[in-house]
């Protein structure tokens, strides 16, 4: 997406409430990603030590919210600011008890504006492959974003974070 006048926004479903984890802890970051990755075969970041998590997630360059409902965690994305004004939504999904609730549109419309809203960003963009929830690409296409580019990687160790395409 490049400009956030593209953003096909949905609105907030009654009860969920998407707050911004401010204070940086990795340990969170990995409760998310294996919470919300696990069905989905996230395995990439796995393996990684508490020092690599540490780097990764306390990075001044990566945001993390969170959606809650109720007090329960529904889901999670992390935004990374990159080069050239690019802002890439590196990890974004629900845990599996709220799929199916009507939230990720706005999760990820939520995502898309806090993107456009940091910095000087000139581009909003997300890779995702066949692993991860069939109507992944829908709520993409359906929030506005445009394929880029599609390209058959090689499975290395049945994720998407690292092969994504």
Same mark, same amino acid.
């Given at each position: ?8 926004? @949905? ?12 204070? @940086?802890?990795? &340990? ?6 294996? $919470?919300? =990755? ?16 540490? &780097? ?5 360059? $990566? ?9 329960? %965690?529904? =889901?999670?994305?992390? $935004? ?16 599996? @008890?709220? %799929? ?9 419309? /939520?995502? %898309? ?13 997300? /890779?995702?492959?066949?692993?991860? /929830? ?29 092969? &994504?395409?």
């Amino acid at each position: 997406m490049r400009s956030p006048e593209e953003l096909n926004g @949905k609105e907030k479903p009654l009860g969920l409430e998407v707050i911004e984890a401010e204070e @940086k802890e990795f &340990r969170f970051n990995r409760y998310l990603y294996q $919470l919300v =990755g696990e069905a989905w075969s996230w395995t990439d970041k796995l393996s990684l030590s508490d020092d690599a998590w540490e &780097r990764y997630a306390e990075n001044e360059n $990566l945001r993390t919210w969170v959606a809650y409902r109720k007090g329960s %965690i529904a =889901g999670y994305y992390e $935004l990374q600011r990159q080069d050239q004004g690019n802002v890439e939504i590196v990890y974004f999904g629900l845990a599996p @008890k709220f %799929i199916g609730q009507g939230f990720g549109g706005y999760l990820l419309t /939520h995502a %898309i504006d806090s993107a456009w809203s940091w910095g000087d960003t000139q581009r909003v963009w997300v /890779h995702t492959c066949t692993l991860d /929830h069939a109507a992944a690409l829908r709520n993409y296409q359906a929030r506005g974003m445009k394929i880029y580019k599609t390209e058959k990687a090689p499975s290395i160790g049945g994720s998407c974070g690292l092969s &994504r395409s």
